[in-house]
């Protein structure tokens, strides 16, 4: 999954707020075994405005379920849901693949608010 090709095209400004990134902290995680690839399921809380939403990570090199309840994360919130294996995935949690591929968490450097929006 290491991304070697050059940079995407360029878009606008108004191109990147259409992509709707939020803070979020993990308050459910599990296993995720009917995945094709190992996963986790994630629940996500985004606050009061768009709440708890799913979402299946492709993160286990890094990550056990229990490192993941109470860290927060960041996840595309409007992309439409899209269903994998037995589970409806709401949300796109964000990574970065690390030198062997394995994905990393995006997330803040500090704590900032659930449902903080990334601009």
Same mark, same amino acid.
């Given at each position: 999954? +290491? #991304? =070697? =090709?050059? /940079? &995407? #095209?360029?878009? +606008? ?9 939020? &803070?979020? +902290?993990? $308050?459910? !995680?599990?296993p995720f075994p009917e995945a094709r690839k190992p996963a986790i399921k @994630?629940?996500?809380?985004?606050? &009061? ?7 299946? !990570? ?6 056990? /379920?229990? =490192? @993941?309840?109470?860290?927060? $994360? %960041? !996840?595309? $919130?409007?992309? /439409? *849901?899209?269903?994998?294996? *037995?589970?409806?995935?709401?949300? @796109? =949690? %964000?990574?970065?693949?690390? &030198? ?10 500090? *704590? ?8």
């Amino acid at each position: 999954m +290491t #991304e =070697t =090709t050059g /940079p &995407a #095209e360029t878009i +606008t400004f108004d191109d990147f707020l259409k992509v709707d990134i939020r &803070a979020g +902290t993990v $308050v459910e !995680a599990e296993p995720f075994p009917e995945a094709r690839k190992p996963a986790i399921k @994630l629940v996500i809380d985004f606050g &009061a405005e768009i709440g708890r939403k799913k979402s299946s !990570a492709q993160i286990t090199e890094h990550y056990t /379920p229990e =490192t @993941l309840v109470g860290r927060q $994360v %960041l !996840a595309v $919130v409007n992309f /439409p *849901p899209r269903q994998i294996g *037995p589970m409806r995935s709401e949300v @796109l =949690t %964000l990574g970065i693949a690390d &030198a062997n591929g394995h994905v990393v968490l995006a997330a803040t450097d500090k *704590p900032v608010p659930d449902g903080s929006r990334l601009y």
